[in-house]
């Protein structure tokens, strides 16, 4: 399977910072890369979803100014929680997505091991 | 609007099988995931459905059912390493995860 990457793996900032979380897709082009959120025994959340050099679509609820997203190439992506906060702390997910190479599959999306994020 | 629903725990025996169910309602189908996830870990792929019927690989089997929209995962040979969350997702119209809260598989000795 394909490998993406997520850095940094872990992050403790102080209240009030930025912290910036990299996803890179190591050996495809991405054409869609997703960011989730996790809280404590809950599923996933999408975030957001951004195309290769287009602006990201928000999930309703998602602060668009607080959680900036950039998807400058097809394999690199990166999630700003800007004046982070004790309510942000989370672990964070992304996965990259392209259309499949096989013929029984449409679509493949691929996870990065996540990034836990503490705000103190 | 969309819903997955599948069971919040289930518990089993090593070495026994288990099926943890799944339905959903979504606007448009292209297709079913499984996943596995690992306390603090990220998940990981286990099975995809788009046709209706049983897919099985190895230990792990996933079948669908459009017209019911239902689907499940069954694990057979219980190991203590299954235990773990299990995620259902439906992938869209506009091909878009949607996804269940995850069922939470218990193994005991």
């Known amino acids: 399977g394909a490998v993406v990457s997520q850095h940094p793996s872990r992050v403790i900032c102080k209240s009030g910072t930025s912290v910036k979380i990299e996803c890179r897709s190591l050996d495809f082009q991405a054409t869609t890369m997703f960011w989730y959120r996790q809280f404590p025994k809950k599923s996933l959340m999408l975030m957001a979803t951004s195309n290769e050099g287009s602006k990201a679509t928000y999930e309703q609820g998602v602060e668009k100014d607080k959680f900036l997203i950039n998807h400058a190439s097809l394999t690199l992506s990166t999630l700003t929680v800007t004046s982070a906060h004790p309510e942000d702390s989370s672990f964070y997910i992304c996965?990259?997505?392209?259309?499949?190479?096989?013929?029984?599959?449409?679509?493949?999306?691929?996870f990065g091991p996540g990034t836990r994020l503490t705000v103190t | 609007g969309q819903n997955i629903d599948q069971p919040t725990e289930m518990t089993a025996t090593e070495g026994a099988i288990v099926q943890i169910n799944c339905t959903y309602q979504t606007s448009g189908f292209n297709g079913l995931f499984w996943y596995q996830q690992h306390a603090g870990e990220a998940p990981t792929f286990l099975s995809y459905?788009?046709l209706d019927g049983l897919e099985e690989k190895g230990r792990f089997s996933s079948f669908l059912s459009r017209s019911k929209g239902y689907s499940y995962l069954l694990l057979k040979e219980l190991q203590m390493k299954d235990s773990a969350s299990y995620l259902c997702a439906v992938l869209d119209s506009n091909y878009q995860l949607i996804w269940g809260a995850g069922t939470k598989l218990i193994i005991k000795p």
């Open positions: 459905n788009v």
């Open positions: 996965s990259a997505g392209r259309d499949s190479l096989s013929s029984e599959i449409r679509f493949e999306q691929y």
